[in-house]
């Protein structure tokens, strides 16, 4: 008789949380092409269909609360105050990842350090971040009458993005000798994309007449 995965080894992962870090745990050791489904069911205690029914699939681990994260963004941006645009942008950018931080608490860092680190994921995580750009240069746009393509809308994209990257990588280097409740600072990020919206405030006024 076969022995079912939840009897022998660790306990089993009850929540999805739990077995999200578990993975990442083991996505960072191993790389994301060398970890299998089979390992993270049986380093979690869980069955096929228990993970499939949280993740749907090896990737869906990686790229699910990414993109839930570029959701909660979106969500920010339509329910941005009435305040000059950048700002608006900037508030979104630090509510979505209070937001997403506290819906993945133990795997959040590990998430990052995982898409920016392993090769496997570059090409992924370069069309998965052209789209989180792409959802802020689109709401300039949207509020300043320009086209979402164009060359202001499009570096504003372009640059908050490359703000909030540097900030969680500067989280992760951190971390590597804190406890990431310490280092995830989420007014930190609001001073250091500030300096970032501010600037381009300044151009989008220029532009507009504001």
């Known amino acids: 008789m076969t022995t079912s995965p939840n009897r022998r080894g660790r306990p089993p992962a009850s929540t999805r949380e739990t077995l999200e870090k578990i993975a990442f745990d083991l996505l960072l050791r191993d790389g994301y092409e060398a970890t299998t489904l089979q390992a993270i069911m049986a380093a979690g205690g869980v069955g096929r269909s228990t993970l499939f029914?949280?993740?749907g699939s090896k990737s869906g681990i990686v790229w699910g609360e990414f993109d839930r994260a570029v959701e909660r963004l979106r969500s920010a941006l339509r329910d941005a105050d009435d305040v000059p645009v950048m700002a608006a942008v900037?508030?979104?950018?630090?509510?979505?990842?209070?937001?997403?931080?506290?819906?993945?608490?133990?795997?959040?860092?590990?998430?990052f350090r995982v898409l920016d680190r392993d090769p496997a994921l570059v090409a992924e995580a370069a069309a998965h971040w052209r789209v989180w750009a792409e959802t802020v240069s689109g709401y300039a746009a949207e509020l300043?009458?320009?086209?979402?393509?164009?060359?202001?809308?499009?570096a504003i994209g372009g640059a908050v993005q490359a703000a909030y990257v540097a900030v969680l990588r500067r989280w992760v280097t951190v971390d590597a000798v804190a406890e990431a409740d310490a280092v995830v600072d989420i007014d930190e990020l609001d001073?250091?994309?500030?300096?970032?919206t501010d600037a381009f405030q300044v151009v989008l006024d220029g532009m507009t007449g504001g």
Request: avoid cysteine; charged fraction near 20%; glycine fraction near 2%.
């Open 144 to 154: 300043t009458g320009l086209d979402a393509s164009a060359p202001v809308p499009a």
């Open 191 to 196: 001073r250091a994309l500030r300096p970032v």
């Open 53 to 55: 029914r949280y993740f």
């Open 90 to 111: 900037r508030a979104a950018v630090v509510q979505s990842t209070r937001l997403s931080q506290a819906a993945a608490p133990d795997s959040w860092l590990d998430r």
